[in-house]
């Protein structure tokens, strides 16, 4: 999509296979991953941006000996804004949500001009299966990456074993 066009406008909304459409139940996943990706890029680059600025922030307030609280203040906002973007997941999510994306835009292309394996009877079935395929292994991909989060944090969090 071109800057400057939203989501209704983008050709995907009136591609067409054979003087049909493209099927509502593709159209829906789709519309979900362009917000969802739009969601965690926003995302990823905010908690980027709080960060950066605040790391930057302290040795310039420690130099000009402003209050130790501010200084803690800063630090405290870069430890915030980092954990934020790992308890989130921001950039892993905004790449495999992108990926799935650009993957259903290839396949939704491929079907509107009938190129293969979009070029005979059933079409509209493999288009639906393949992007509820696309859609599963990225779920799929998202609960494995969260389960690993998960658990790296409640071993930080965990209080250590007594011997």
Known sequence: MRRGHTASEHWVLTARHNDGPVPPAVLEKWRG???????????????????????????????????????????????????????????????????????????????AVNAAPYDGVGAVQLLVTTVENLTGEELSRWATRRAGLEAQLSQRTRPPAES
């Open 33 to 111: 991953y362009k917000r969802m990706s739009a969601r965690s890029r926003t995302r990823f680059k905010l908690a980027e941006s709080v960060a950066i600025v605040g790391a930057a922030a302290v040795p310039v307030a420690a130099a000009a000996n402003l209050h130790s609280w501010i200084i803690a203040a800063l630090g405290s906002i870069v430890l915030v804004a980092t954990g934020m973007r790992t308890i989130w997941d921001v950039h892993a999510s905004w790449i495999e949500q992108a990926r799935v994306l650009y993957s259903m835009e290839r396949e939704i292309s491929l079907f």
